[in-house]
């Protein structure tokens, strides 16, 4: 388990290596190589790009097609239900089936045109790592190719795929490594997504547990009437069309939700400030890990992909803090600068530039990449927001057998929330990592 473990939490590192080290020939003309150093450096809000990935066949095949490569492989998917809930319809929570590609055809069909309201469920094949489900299709995972958008590097054995019916979604949550490219393949998916400022306005939540994510308690499938009058400026709503490919900054929250029968393919790019996040992540699991062994029901606290955390060595996790320490000192530069603060950096020069100033600079690096056909997304206003969310409500039928869960969290979910905070754990990260420097300069 601790192999497992551990290539997850640092399975990016060796991307990291080759991006480094790629050649202005690697990622084909200058206005690419261009464009990568933008994503990676300077690109600070969510965008779209237009006629990127028209290489891609798989941008041709409809649901049938899909389900004529795939035959009787089954698939696993994640099962929701069309109804309110108070809190977000945690992946633990739902229900899973295995279904053939033609089979979930037959079943979503059914729920949009003759399932009753009340009943309608959706389905998700959802965070899917292609290598993994894809091998025997070489087809499917050759005609996956980033280098376009300057990431060559980057294939079908480096994405992962989502697909599922109309309403399937992930709930709100940032990724706490590296930054994202979303390629739409088929159907329509909406995003929502909000800044790092708005880290509060979130709620932020550990629990469930799942490394490298925080959710937010925010339930945007079914918004409450809390949610429908909050002031959440600075939200982009964006609707992906096949072919297109959406740039998700590094720490921006997002909730995504398919408004058809829909797939999509993702690549997490990896970024320098990661060495610093993995360090904070393996404190989180530290504390997670340390929870699961004293209490009843710890698969309570855990996303599917964590069930073995209660069941691991306390000594591999705290390995795996020992290993984040020992990484996060191996790629330091030359001048003793973390790698990470390199990227910080890029983050001050864009946020301090004053307003003139900024819209020229900005100039200067959209223009680089004109031709790629970048589309900022916009901020939404409130207003139009706000009314997006009601007429949401509408059509999530409210069920009242629900309505008297009590939602208060017990005092060790509080408390280990309060521990495991993104603001109290990179203040704790900062004082292990000064720690681990004097202990080493001794």
């Known amino acids: 388990m601790y192999s497992v473990i551990c290539f997850r939490i640092y399975k990016q590192t060796t991307r990291v290596c080759l991006s480094s080290n790629l050649k202005m020939s690697d990622c084909g003309d200058t206005s690419v190589t261009e464009l990568r150093h933008s994503l990676l450096n300077v690109v600070k809000e969510p965008v779209v790009f237009d006629n990127m990935i028209t290489h891609w066949e ?116 940032i990724d706490v490594y590296g930054c994202n490219l979303v390629a739409q393949v088929l159907g329509r998916k909406q995003w929502y997504l909000f800044p790092p400022t708005m880290n509060d306005e979130m709620l932020p939540t550990r629990i469930p547990y799942e490394e490298s994510s925080i959710f937010s308690m925010h339930n945007f499938y079914c918004p409450s009437t809390k949610i429908t009058q909050a002031d959440l400026s600075g939200v982009r709503v964006v609707t992906l069309n096949p072919g297109q490919v959406l740039f998700v900054p590094r720490h921006w929250w997002h909730y995504v939700e398919n408004l058809d029968t829909a797939i999509s393919i993702n690549t997490w790019i990896p970024l320098e400030a990661d060495d610093e996040a993995r360090v904070g992540e393996s404190l989180v699991r530290l504390m997670m890990a340390m929870a699961c062994k004293s209490t009843t029901d710890p698969q309570y606290f855990l996303n599917p992909n964590e069930v073995d955390l209660p069941v691991s060595p306390l000594e591999d996790t705290l390995q795996l803090v020992q290993i984040s320490l020992e990484r996060h000192t191996q790629n330091k530069t030359s001048e003793g600068v973390t790698t990470s603060d390199t990227h910080t950096t890029a983050e001050k020069l864009v946020s301090t530039t004053a307003s003139k100033e900024e819209k020229e600079d900005k100039r200067k690096i959209y223009s680089t990449i004109s031709k790629t056909a970048l589309n900022i997304v916009p901020t939404c206003p409130v207003a139009d927001f706000q009314q997006l969310l009601l007429d949401k409500c509408k059509n999530v039928p409210f069920d009242k057998s629900d309505s008297g869960k009590n939602c208060q969290r017990t005092l060790l979910e509080e408390c280990l929330n309060a521990f495991c905070h993104p603001t109290v754990i990179a203040a704790v990260r900062d004082v292990l990592l000064k720690t681990d420097k004097q202990t080493n300069l001794r």
């Open 58 to 173: 798989i941008l041709s095949w409809d649901m049938e097609r899909w389900a004529s490569k795939l035959g009787d492989k089954k698939l696993p998917f994640r099962v929701g239900l069309n109804k309110a809930t108070p809190l977000p319809q945690w992946e633990h929570e739902c229900q899973q089936e295995k279904l053939t590609l033609y089979e979930f055809i037959k079943m979503s069909n059914f729920n949009d045109t003759e399932a009753p309201k009340q009943c309608k469920k959706w389905w998700y094949f959802d965070y899917k790592y292609m290598h993994e489900w894809f091998q025997e299709y070489p087809e499917i995972l050759q005609t996956v190719d980033w280098g376009t958008l300057g990431f060559p590097e980057c294939g079908g054995a480096e994405s992962t795929l989502w697909l599922g019916s109309k309403g399937a979604h992930t709930p709100c949550h």
